[in-house]
């Protein structure tokens, strides 16, 4: 009851302060993100301690402890425009989107689809995942997105799933079967999805000197299926 409690006030607080972003202009908006990435970064010791440990063994030999904290930094910043931009999805149209977006191997997509097989779309989580998630969407493809439920705060992730939406993308639980895959890419649908976090179904690859897991189930089905995969 309590965490239920916790998680409406959270809801009706994103929702409110999504409201004001979006009435602010851009500049504005991303000025409150940088401030929200600087709070976050100064009070969540936990993610800072997590995502500088990560970073160091990366880059343990070629950063110094200072250029260190600030690659840190500026990862808190970025996530906070990231969040910025999320709320200022419902505002996007094709028109803003290319004033603000810029797209590079459209013309992959647009070939692979004329295979009439549909096109897996596989992406990480990097840069501001989010609003490149509208790009498929924005640019007129079938576009669905395959998507993790968070199913411990039900309502914060209907509420997410409803900007990602706004483009026109169709949001799919990664719960779906494989018949109701399938059955979009013989639609002829672009299927998105992110597979930098395979957890432990995922098959272990070098990343910057480290192994850590990938999802491979879709590209699985996408080699035996003969369905064109684009990576974005």
């Not at 809801?11 to 993100?33: C, E, K, Q, S, T």
């Not at 402890?65 to 505002?91: A, H, Y």
């Given at each position: 009851?309590?965490?239920?409690?916790?998680?409406?006030?959270?809801?009706?607080?994103?929702?409110?302060?999504?409201?004001?972003?979006?009435?602010?202009?851009?500049?504005?908006?991303?000025?409150?993100?940088?401030?929200?990435?600087?709070?976050?970064?100064?009070?969540?010791?936990?993610?800072?301690?997590?995502?500088?440990?990560?970073?160091?063994?990366?880059?343990?030999?070629?950063?110094?402890?200072?250029?260190?904290?600030?690659?840190?930094?500026?990862?808190?910043?970025?996530?906070?425009?990231?969040?910025?931009?999320?709320?200022?999805?419902?505002?996007?149209?094709?028109?803003?989107?290319?004033?603000?977006?810029?797209?590079?191997?459209?013309?992959?997509?647009?070939?692979?689809?004329?295979?009439?097989?549909?096109?897996?779309?596989?992406?990480?989580?990097?840069?501001?995942?989010?609003?490149?998630?509208?790009?498929?969407?924005?640019?007129?493809?079938?576009?669905?997105?395959?998507?993790?439920?968070?199913?411990?705060?039900?309502?914060?992730?209907?509420?997410?799933?409803?900007?990602?939406?706004?483009?026109?993308?169709?949001?799919?639980?990664?719960?779906?079967?494989?018949?109701?895959?399938?059955?979009?890419?013989?639609n002829n649908e672009v299927i998105g999805m992110v597979v930098d976090?395979?957890?432990?179904?995922?098959?272990?690859?070098?990343?910057?000197?480290?192994q850590a897991t990938m999802s491979v189930g879709a590209i699985r089905m996408g080699l035996k299926l003969g369905v064109p995969i684009c990576?974005?």
């Amino acid at each position: 009851m309590i965490t239920t409690l916790i998680e409406l006030i959270i809801y009706h607080f994103v929702r409110i302060f999504a409201v004001l972003v979006r009435l602010l202009p851009l500049r504005a908006a991303l000025f409150f993100g940088k401030i929200i990435g600087f709070l976050a970064y100064t009070f969540d010791v936990k993610h800072r301690f997590r995502a500088y440990s990560n970073i160091k063994m990366a880059f343990t030999s070629s950063k110094t402890p200072k250029e260190l904290r600030e690659i840190t930094s500026k990862l808190f910043v970025n996530f906070g425009k990231n969040f910025i931009e999320l709320l200022r999805m419902p505002l996007m149209n094709p028109q803003k989107f290319s004033r603000y977006v810029k797209i590079e191997g459209k013309e992959n997509i647009a070939s692979s689809l004329e295979k009439g097989k549909g096109v897996i779309l596989l992406a990480m989580h990097f840069g501001s995942w989010e609003v490149a998630s509208l790009s498929c969407a924005m640019l007129g493809f079938p576009y669905r997105m395959l998507v993790k439920p968070q199913e411990k705060y039900s309502k914060l992730d209907e509420l997410l799933n409803s900007y990602r939406a706004c483009g026109g993308s169709v949001i799919l639980s990664k719960g779906m079967g494989p018949r109701d895959f399938i059955k979009s890419l013989q639609n002829n649908e672009v299927i998105g999805m992110v597979v930098d976090q395979g957890g432990r179904d995922g098959v272990l690859v070098n990343f910057l000197g480290r192994q850590a897991t990938m999802s491979v189930g879709a590209i699985r089905m996408g080699l035996k299926l003969g369905v064109p995969i684009c990576f974005s």
